[in-house]
């Protein structure tokens, strides 16, 4: 049985049903993810709405859908890539700065954009709803995959 | 009806959202706005951790389409042209600052020059574009001929008359 009551407080509770109807436990689904600040913590993993919020920018999505809600990840590094190299380049001179981190869907529900919105422009594009209190156990959870440097190129 | 995404920009007034080229988790990175006379603007949204920023050229439909079809980099759009630096702090105000590209901080520019890769979600804009712009390499003997490197622009309206009343053209 799903947990009914262990997403994030911020999600409206007639959307919580739409995305227990959608997500699934994927435990062993691999992805990877932008951690703007370049840490593993918290903040990185919240939801693209709370996000916003954290960030006191303007929220341009429409909040009557389950993917404001989501935290965004992908299958393959190369969406991820693409973002951090239009971003300019002095943020990358500074540490801590974005670097991409990967690891598996655990502690949540989770499902392919595309599966539910066939139009959707990033086929790799991953939906998470991560489960409240799941903190702790996603930040052992994920590594650093990829760290840019000032000129673009991996120090990996 | 578009969405403003910046209001009173010296010189250019209101630019209007027309289309998004490439966002990431919701965010518009890379697009294109119009103003009121139908102008286009590339803008590159190249900051959203510190604050926002963005980077925004006016455009030509030939060069953007360039763009739009990996034929060009997204960065190409900006050089040797005037370029409109926007910022704007958490829940601050729009600042605006005009500066010729060459005298832009490297470190102001995203970290890649990259190609945008994104044509094949765009088949529905490019058409647009390509609507607008027709490009053709003919052969007429119409009064006004008037040719650009072998292609003419057809988005001007003299130029459609003229084509009107003649049935000699050829298409590339």
């Known amino acids: ?5 262990k997403l994030s407080t911020c999600i409206p509770p007639d959307l919580v049903e ?3 109807r959608n997500g699934r436990e994927q435990d062993d689904q ?5 951690a703007k600040r370049g840490k593993i913590d918290n903040v990185e993993f919240m939801g693209s709405y709370e996000e916003t919020l954290y960030e006191k920018r303007t929220f341009k999505e429409d909040l009557s859908l389950i993917g404001s809600y989501s935290t965004s990840c992908y299958l393959t590094p190369k969406g991820p890539r693409k973002f951090l190299r239009f971003l300019k380049a002095g943020l990358f001179k500074t540490y801590p700065h974005p670097i991409i981190i990967h690891g598996n869907t655990i502690c949540g529900l989770s499902q392919l954009t595309k599966e539910r919105i066939p139009d959707y422009p990033d086929k790799e594009h991953v939906d998470w709803w991560i489960y409240q209190d799941s903190f702790d156990k996603l930040i052992k959870e994920f590594k650093v995959f990829e760290d840019f440097n000032q000129k673009g190129l991996t120090n990996e | 009806m578009n969405e403003i995404f910046y209001e009173n920009i010296p010189q250019a007034g209101l630019l209007l959202l027309e289309q998004i080229l490439f966002s990431f988790e919701g965010i518009p990175m890379v697009f294109v706005c119009i103003d009121k006379e139908c102008n286009r603007y590339l803008c590159i949204c190249d900051d959203v951790i510190n604050e926002e920023a963005w980077l925004i050229v006016k455009i030509d439909d030939n060069r953007l389409l360039r763009i739009l079809n990996d034929e060009d980099t997204v960065l190409s759009a900006f050089r040797d042209q005037k370029v409109i630096i926007v910022n704007r702090e958490a829940g601050g105000e729009f600042k605006y600052n005009f500066v010729d590209y060459c005298e832009i901080d490297p470190d102001e520019l995203p970290l ?6 994104m044509k094949e979600y765009l088949t529905e804009y490019i058409d647009k574009l390509k609507r607008q712009f027709l490009i053709y390499n003919f052969t007429f003997d119409l009064e006004y001929n008037m040719c650009y490197n072998g292609y003419l622009d057809l988005s001007e309206k003299h130029y459609l008359e003229g084509i009107a009343n003649k049935s000699i053209l050829y298409a590339a």
């Open chain 2, 112 to 117: 890649c020059d990259q190609y945008l890769e």
């Open chain 1, 18 to 20: 739409e995305i227990i």
């Open chain 1, 30 to 34: 691999h992805v990877y993810r932008v």
């Open chain 1, 1 to 5: 049985m799903k947990k009914v009551n």
